[in-house]
């Protein structure tokens, strides 16, 4: 199983002539990558590039919405993760540097956050309800960012437990 690549808070936008060039190349790199799995794999999809909060986004689109790009989303995500990675590790190996790139396939992560949102606010009701503590099923890192920064938005507390792939968010009252 690969390495988690940890989450780190979201920064200001990065101001041209510095690190907004290396986040360029960095998506450019990953979308050439990314254009000839698609092609090997004869997939149609379009590839979008945008560059926001420091950080690399690469969207994978259709015309109209396909099974197979909706394969390479994969079981709750699974496949489009290590998609993500393989694309990470691209772009290492043609500049040296580590990249914090996220990788979305036909709108799958922006429906993702709407259901963490809900398991969010789930255990919010249950920490004021009386519960002491509430545990989440394991997730990925990014998928834990997006729960922890909505758990804090609720005025709770959340700290993530566990290793590798039981890596979960266990949910507290603020002290």
């Known amino acids: 199983m690969p390495e988690e ?36 794999a004869d ?45 990470r590790l691209s772009v290492l190996s043609a500049t040296d540097s580590r990249s914090r790139l996220v990788l979305d396939i036909s709108g799958y992560r922006d429906r993702r956050s709407v259901e963490l949102a809900t398991i969010a606010q789930d255990a919010a009701e249950q920490i004021k ?7 989440l099923v394991p997730m990925g890192a990014y998928e834990r960012k997006i729960v922890h ?14 290793e590798g792939s039981k890596r979960h968010i266990v949910v507290t009252a603020a002290h």
């Open 5 to 40: 690549t940890p989450i780190v808070p979201e920064e200001a936008p990065v101001p041209a002539g510095s690190g907004a060039s290396r986040l360029e190349e960095e998506g450019d790199i990953a979308a050439d990558y990314l254009e000839e799995l698609l092609d090997i």
């Open 43 to 87: 997939i149609d999809g379009d590839i979008d590039i945008e560059v926001r909060n420091g950080r690399t986004y690469i969207s994978i689109v259709a015309d109209e919405e396909s099974d197979v790009l909706q394969g390479l989303v994969g079981q709750d995500g699974e496949v489009l993760e290590a998609l993500q990675e393989l694309t």
């Open 129 to 135: 309800s009386g519960s002491e503590s509430v545990a």
């Open 149 to 162: 920064d909505a758990i804090a938005e609720l005025g709770l507390e959340s700290e993530s437990e566990g």
